[in-house]
């Protein structure tokens, strides 16, 4: 028997065992494939700082994926944690050159159409998208957040970063409205098949976008996250720079990005960042 006080190994929870990093190489870097590197670290502060901090000396589809992140960032400088191999905690460097820089904020939304397209072929989950950000999945009747993605300039491209819950049991979770894929039913919680499913379904999608020189209705990017946004059709409250607040009904997502509000007076409003919060009803309960 394993005292009580001895040092963890990287399998001491068998349910959750570490990556395989050759069989992730070789099913991911192949000639011709948008991936060109990839790296599993057993733990770091934050795989975006990580990969920023390189990006002068980075390859475009470099990946690094770390077991355990102890100082996640999310959006709005919000910390993101989870036990070791809970999830999947990586970031990607793309370079999309070819693309003028004024599309390159389709990117963060890019990435959650081909995560949540991933996940669901992956893993059995219907998954939803709250702008802009925000990755959804169903538990109790209630759609709660079960991953985000953060995106960074960085040396001449863009850093992507993914957090995602997989295996986290009820009271792991880090607050009431978080989830995971295996408290949301998914049929397989597999953190390999889970990562090649999205980085396959990224390259897929970055493909299309990059080849339509970032035109988003043209790749068909625009019309893919308008159908699966949890966001449009909802009374939602727009938190904005310099402490402005916005209500109304997001109606549509424009050929920029922006999730477009309307307001109370019969005005649409785009709004391109802010801290989105779905609203239920006129008296803007939480949903």
């Known amino acids: ?16 065992p570490p990556l395989n990093v ?4 070789r099913g991911l870097l192949r000639p011709g494939a948008l991936w060109t590197a990839l790296d ?18 980075l390859t475009e589809g470099t990946v690094l994926v770390a077991e355990e992140q102890t100082a996640g960032r999310g959006r709005l400088e919000r910390t993101w944690t989870a036990p070791a191999r809970s999830g999947l905690f ?36 219907d998954m939803a998208l709250k702008w802009p950000n925000d990755l959804l999945v169903t538990v109790g009747g209630q759609e709660r957040k079960t991953g985000g993605i953060l995106a960074e300039r960085a040396g001449d491209g863009v850093v992507i970063g993914i957090g995602l819950n997989v295996s986290l049991r009820a009271d792991e979770l880090p607050a009431p409205t978080a989830a995971s894929l295996a408290l949301a039913g998914a049929v397989s919680t597999d953190r ?44 939602v409250r727009a938190q904005l720079p310099g402490d402005r607040t916005l209500t109304g009904e997001a109606v549509a997502i424009d050929g920029d990005g922006r999730l477009v509000l309307s307001t109370g007076d019969g005005l ?7 801290d989105i919060v779905h609203l239920r009803g006129a008296e803007g309960g939480l949903t």
């Open 268 to 274: 649409r409003e785009p709004v391109s960042a802010g």
């Open 40 to 57: 599993v670290v057993g733990s770091t502060g934050s795989t975006n700082t990580d990969l920023a901090a390189r990006a002068a000396d």
């Open 22 to 25: 050759p069989a992730l190489r």
């Open 192 to 235: 390999e098949t889970l990562l090649r499913g999205v980085l396959r379904s990224l390259e897929h999608w970055y493909g299309l976008w990059r080849d339509a020189d970032g035109d988003a209705a043209a790749s068909g990017l625009q019309e893919a996250y308008a159908a699966g946004c949890a966001t449009l059709g909802k009374a």
């Open 90 to 125: 990586f970031s990607v460097y793309l370079t999309p050159g070819n693309v003028p820089a004024e599309r390159w904020g389709w990117l963060p939304l890019l990435t959650g159409v081909a995560a949540a397209t991933g996940l669901a072929r992956a893993a059995g989950v």
């Open 1 to 16: 028997m394993t005292p009580p006080d001895a040092p963890q190994s990287r399998w001491s929870d068998l349910d959750r």
